[in-house]
C-alpha cells in the first residue's frame, strides 16, 4: 500500500508540474497577444494655463492615454530638457529658477504696443491674463511681470510673450533687467 501512495503522489506531482508549465506556457502566449490601440491625433488641442498651445509633433493616444512630445511639452510649460545617454535619464530644469537673476529679459508694454499694437494686460483679484490678437493668455504675475512704481510702466517676461499667438517678434525692442531686491529696472 505504501508503494501505491508513493506511485500516486509521484503521479500527482508530475500532473501539478506539467499544469504549472502549460499555464505559464499560455499566459506568456496571451501576453503577446495583447492588443494596443494607438492614434496619432492631429485634431487634439493642447490647452495650458488657458491658452491654445501649437506642437510641432500631435499628441499620441494609446489605449485611451494621451501622450504629449516632452521636449515640446516643457518648454510651454517652462523647462529645460537634457538627456544623459550614460545614465539613460531625462532632467527637467525649471526655467523660472532664473527670473529673479540678472539672465532675466523683460520688455516695456509701452514699447510693444508702439511698434507691434494691440497687447492689453488685465490684472485684479490674482487673474492675470494678457489679450493679444482676440485671444486671452494667462500669465503669472510674480515672475512674468513686472510694474514700475517711478515711471508706472508695465513690463512682461520674455517667456510670458513667447506664449502669444502668432508669436511677437521682439529683437528690435530694448531689452530690460529687473532688480527685485531693490526695486528697480535697467536696461539689459
Not at 17 to 27: D, H, N, R
Not at 30 to 56: D, W
Not at 101 to 128: A, P
Amino acid at each position: 500500500m505504501g508503494r501505491q501512495v508513493g506511485e500516486y503522489m509521484k503521479k500527482y506531482v508530475i500532473g501539478f508540474i506539467a499544469g504549472i508549465l502549460v499555464a505559464s506556457v499560455s499566459t506568456s502566449y496571451a501576453a503577446f497577444e495583447e492588443k494596443t490601440e494607438a492614434i496619432i491625433s492631429k485634431l487634439m488641442k493642447v490647452k495650458i494655463n488657458g491658452y491654445t498651445a501649437e506642437l510641432e509633433e500631435p499628441p499620441l493616444i494609446v489605449n485611451g492615454n494621451s501622450y504629449l512630445p516632452l521636449r515640446a511639452t516643457a518648454d510651454l510649460l517652462g523647462y529645460h530638457v537634457n538627456y544623459n545617454d550614460e545614465e539613460k535619464t531625462v532632467y527637467l530644469d525649471n526655467k523660472n529658477r532664473e527670473y529673479y537673476g540678472d539672465k532675466q529679459v523683460y520688455y516695456s508694454l509701452d514699447e510693444i504696443n508702439d511698434q507691434k499694437g494691440n497687447l492689453v494686460v488685465f490684472i485684479r483679484n490674482q487673474v492675470s491674463e494678457i489679450f493679444y490678437n482676440g485671444e486671452k493668455y494667462p500669465f503669472d504675475p510674480i515672475f512674468d511681470y513686472y510694474f514700475d512704481n517711478i515711471s508706472e510702466k508695465n513690463y512682461f517676461s520674455e517667456q510670458a510673450l513667447s506664449r502669444l499667438t502668432p508669436k511677437i517678434y521682439l529683437e528690435n525692442l530694448k531689452k530690460y533687467r529687473v532688480n527685485r531686491a531693490e526695486n528697480f529696472i535697467s536696461r539689459y
